[in-house]
C-alpha cells in the first residue's frame, strides 16, 4: 500500500475510491494517526502507474453456471475507469494492492498474451468455444489506446476464425471497427454496451473515468450501423440510486439499435462493500440509509450472497420485482433474444505455431 495514502478517506476528482482498505492478505496493517504534528492536505490527483507482468497463460477459466461462458481473456489487472461498485477490486489483493485506489491507480498490464493465446488455441486438445473478453477489467480502459493487447488479441481470433463476446463501457472500441466488422461478417463476435445510468452527475462520481452515457448510446449506434450484433448490459442496477432508470436505459439503447439486453444487480464482495458505503457517505449521505437497506433486502439481510444463482440477481421482494420490470420492459422493446447466442464456432483454425509463420 502506498504510505502517502494510507488510509485517508477522501473523495477524489476523477477516482471512485475514497481510500484504500486494507489488504486482507497481507500481515501487516498501516493506519493513518493524528498527533498534532502534522498535518498534510489529502492527495487530491493521484497519477496512474502502470507495471508490465510477462504472461504465463492467456485464458481464465471458470464453471459458473451464472455465466454465458467458460472461458475469457484478461489483458489488464485493475482498471482506470475506477467504477466503485467493480466485483474484480477484491482481486488486486492477490497482487499485495489495495481493491481501493490502487485498483484504479497501479495497474498490471499483461505482456506477451498473443504468443500464450496463440499457444493455448493451438493445443491439439483444444475445442473452440466463444471466448469472452474480458471478464473481469474493461480491455478498453484508457492505457489500451497506449498497449493495443485487445487489438491484437482480436487481430489473432480474427486470423483463427474464433468467436468472441466483449464487454466494455468505454468508446474506445470504436477504434476497432475495422477487425469487428470482419468477425461479424463470419458470425464471430458480439458486443455487450454495458448501461447503469443516463444521469451523468451521477456517472461522475460512480464510473469515473468511463465514457459519457451519450458516449456509450453512440458506441451502440455506430456498432449497430456496421452491422456488429450488439446488445446492452443494464450493470449494476443499484437499488435506490439507479434502479429507477431501468425502463429508460432500455429503451435508450434500443433506439440507439442494441438487440438484445440482459441485466445484473449491484455485487458487493469482500472490500467493494465497505469502499461502496464510504463512497454513498461522501456522495448521497442523504440516500446511503435507504440504497444500504434495499441492497440488504435483496440478499437475505447481508450486503452480498456469493451462492451461484443468486449473487448476480438477488432475492426477495424488491429483487423480484426487478426481474419482471426487466422482462417486461425488453419484451416490449424487442431486446429478449441472447446476444451470445449462435456464434460460429465450426470454422475455427487452429493457429500456427510462432516459427512457423515464415516457412
Known sequence: MHPKRLDIHHAR?????????????SPTQSEAVDDGWWQEAPVERIVTEVTDEPAKSALSWNHSPDLPFDRSLNPY?????????CYARPSHAYWDMSPGLDF???????????????????????????????????????????????????????????PVTLVTKSALILRDL????????????????????????????????????????????????????????????????????????LEAASRAGARSATWMLLRLPHEVAPLFEDWLTHHYPQRAAKVMSLIRQCHGGETYDSRFGHRMRGQGVFADLLAQRFIKASRRLGLHERVDSGLNTQAFIPPRAQGELFS
Not at 489487472?77 to 461498485?85: A, S
Open 77 to 85: 489487472r485493475g482498471c482506470e475507469h475506477g467504477c466503485i461498485y
Open 13 to 25: 476528482k476523477g477516482r471512485g475510491a475514497t481510500y484504500d482498505p486494507h489488504n486482507r492478505f
Open 178 to 249: 475495422d477487425l469487428l466488422s470482419a468477425m461479424a461478417e463470419h458470425n464471430l463476435v458480439r458486443v455487450f454496451v454495458s448501461l447503469t445510468s443516463l444521469d451523468t452527475e451521477l456517472k461522475r462520481t460512480l464510473e469515473p473515468r468511463t465514457a459519457s452515457p451519450q458516449a456509450r448510446l453512440n458506441v451502440i449506434k455506430e456498432l449497430n450501423t456496421a452491422a456488429i450484433p450488439v446488445g446492452t448490459l443494464i450493470s449494476p442496477i443499484v437499488p435506490g440510486l439507479t434502479d429507477h432508470e431501468l425502463e429508460d436505459l
Open 104 to 162: 484504479e491507480t497501479r495497474l498490471i498490464a499483461r505482456t506477451g498474451m498473443v504468443d500464450r493465446l496463440r499457444e493455448e488455441l493451438g493445443k491439439p486438445g483444444y475445442v473452440c468455444r466463444p471466448i469472452n473478453l474480458s471478464g473481469n477489467t474493461d480491455c478498453y480502459q484508457p492505457i489500451e489506446a497506449e498497449r493495443r493487447t485487445t487489438r491484437s488479441l482480436l487481430e489473432l481470433l480474427l486470423e483463427c476464425r474464433h
